[in-house]
C-alpha cells in the first residue's frame, strides 16, 4: 500500500461522516476524495496489469479481485437492512420509512441506486440513501478497464484529459436536457437530478488516472494557492448569484452545489484539488507524519465499512438518543456515540466479513509483480 493514502481514505470517511451528523458542512465532498482515489488506484494497477498480464487474466484477475473485495460486504450489509427494516416493520416503527426502505432493495442489490436517486420518484431512506455512491463507483469499475486495455499506451494522456472534459460536459448535457423537458422523472430541482449521476464523476475519475500515469508540475503550490483560491472562488460566485453568503463550513460548496451554476463547474475544481493532495502525498510525501499515525491508518484500513454502516448508524442513534435525552446534550451526544459504534461495527465487518475473501484474493486471483505501490513507480515524467 503506497503510504498516506489509508489515511487519506480515513479523511474522505470523517468528512462525510462529519456532515451526516452535521458538524462539517463541506464533508459531502469527502465522496470526490473517493472517487478520485479510486481513480488513481485502480487505474494505476490496470496500467500494470495491462503491461504483465494475457487479455484473458488481466480482466479475470481485475473482476474476480474487485468481487471479493466489494460484493461479500456490500451484500451482507443488504441482507442485514432487510433483516432490520422487516423487523422494524413488525414491530410498526415507521412502517412507511421501512416499507418504502424494503421497496428500494432491488435497486441497490442492482447496483443502480444512483440512477433511482436522480429519479423524481426517490424517496428517502436512511438505511439506502448514501449506496448511490457505491453504485457510480461499480459502474466505473465496469467499464474503465475496457478502456484502460484498448486505448494504446500513447494515447493515454488523451483518453484522461477527454475524461476530465467530460465531466463537466456530461453534467451541462444533464442540465440542458432537464431543462428541456425531454426527461420527465428527473428528480427536482436540476442539481439534485445531476448529483448522483455516474456521468457527472467521469472527470473525478480521469483526475485520479492522470495521476497514475503522469506528473504534475509544481503541484505543492498549485495545491497551497487552489486550497485557498478555490473557497473564495466558490463564496465569491455565490454572493454574486444569490447577494449573499453561504455558511463559513460550507467553503463556498454547500451540498449538491446549487448556486450560481456550481453544480457544472464546482465538482471539477474541487476534484482537481484533491487530485493535487493525492499526488503530493503519494509522490512528494507530503503530511505523512500525519496520514500514517497509527489510529489514522486503521480507520482508512476500514473505511469501507465505516462508510457502509456509519449511515444508518447515525440515524439509529438518533432515535434512540432523542427517546432518552433532549437539548443540546442529546445533540451532542449523536457524534461520538455513533462513530463509535460505526468502528465497532466496520471492524468486526472486517475481520469476520471482509478478511476471508480479501484472504481468497490471492489464492484465486494473484498478479505477481502488480501492486499498489507500482502506481508511484509508473508515473512518467512528461
Known sequence: MIPGLDGLRAIAFLMVFGFHTDYFQFGWLGVQMF??????????ILLQMKRRLPPAAYFLKFYVRRFLRIFPLYYFYLFLVFV???????????????????????????YVYNFYSAHQAFNSSRFLDHLWSLSVEEQFYIFWPLLIFFVPEKRLKALFLAGI????????????????????????????AVYPLPFSYIDAFAFGAYIARFSIPHARRQLTWLGLGI?????????????????????????AMPDA?????????????????IYCVAREGLFLPFLEWAPLRYLGKISYGLYIYHFPIIWLVSQVVELNLTGRLAAASIAPVSLIISIIAASASYFFVEKPFLSLKERLASYSGVSASAVVDGVKQQ
Open 165 to 192: 472534459f467530460a465531466g463537466p460536459a456530461c453534467r451541462l448535457a444533464a442540465f440542458l436536457i432537464y431543462q428541456s423537458g425531454m426527461v420527465e422523472s428527473l428528480r427536482d430541482p436540476a442539481p439534485l
Open 231 to 255: 473557497p473564495l472562488l466558490g463564496f465569491a460566485s455565490q454572493f454574486a448569484a444569490n447577494g449573499r453568503f453561504e455558511p463559513l463550513l460550507t467553503l463556498g460548496y454547500p451540498d
Open 84 to 110: 432490520v427494516a422487516q423487523g422494524l416493520l413488525f414491530l410498526a416503527f415507521k412502517p412507511k420509512a421501512m416499507q418504502a426502505t424494503l421497496d428500494q432493495l432491488r435497486y441497490a442489490a442492482l
Open 35 to 44: 472517487f478520485v482515489l479510486s481513480g488513481y488506484l485502480i487505474s494505476g
Open 261 to 277: 451554476y456550481q453544480y457544472l463547474w464546482g465538482y471539477t475544481l474541487v476534484s482537481y484539488w484533491f487530485m493535487l493532495l
